[in-house]
Nanobody, 117 residues
Framework: QVQLVESGGGLVQPGGSLRLSCAAS????????MGWYRQAPGKQREMVAR???????NYADSVKGRFTISRDNAKNTAYLQMNSLKPEDTAVYYC???????????WGEGTQVTVSS
């Protein structure tokens, strides 16, 4: 059983910063990709950033230069540093663990990020 626990969401003013954390526990393959997705009201869930164990990263165009994903492989923990936040970044952010070599995919419960003055 795999569990993902997210933390770090909240309310921040435009231009501010937040750091999200996602700790994975359980039976986790060493071959995996951890990432962050978000879903705003009335919109589909979209990929924000993801990072493989080896360090290869993908970012959505809308967050490039503002968000940075990192991970501590020893702790099976991923982080998302979000800077220069905009109101359009407001969404529920979900952590994802993709054990792609096993065909298994897991989601966290989500953490709300609200960017508003």
């Amino acid at each position: 059983q795999v569990q993902l626990v997210e933390s770090g969401g909240g309310l921040v003013q435009p231009g501010g910063s937040l750091r999200l954390s996602c700790a994975a526990s359980g039976s986790i393959s060493s071959v995996n990709r951890m990432g962050w997705y978000r879903q705003a009201p009335g919109k589909q869930r979209e990929m924000v950033a993801r990072m493989a164990v080896g360090g290869f990263t993908n970012y959505a165009d809308s967050v490039k230069g503002r968000f940075t994903i990192s991970r501590d492989n020893a702790k099976n923990t991923a982080y998302l540093q979000m800077n220069s936040l905009k109101p359009e970044d407001t969404a529920v952010y979900y952590c994802n663990l993709d054990l792609y070599n096993l065909g298994r995919n897991y989601w966290g419960e989500g953490t709300q990020v609200t960017v508003s003055s």
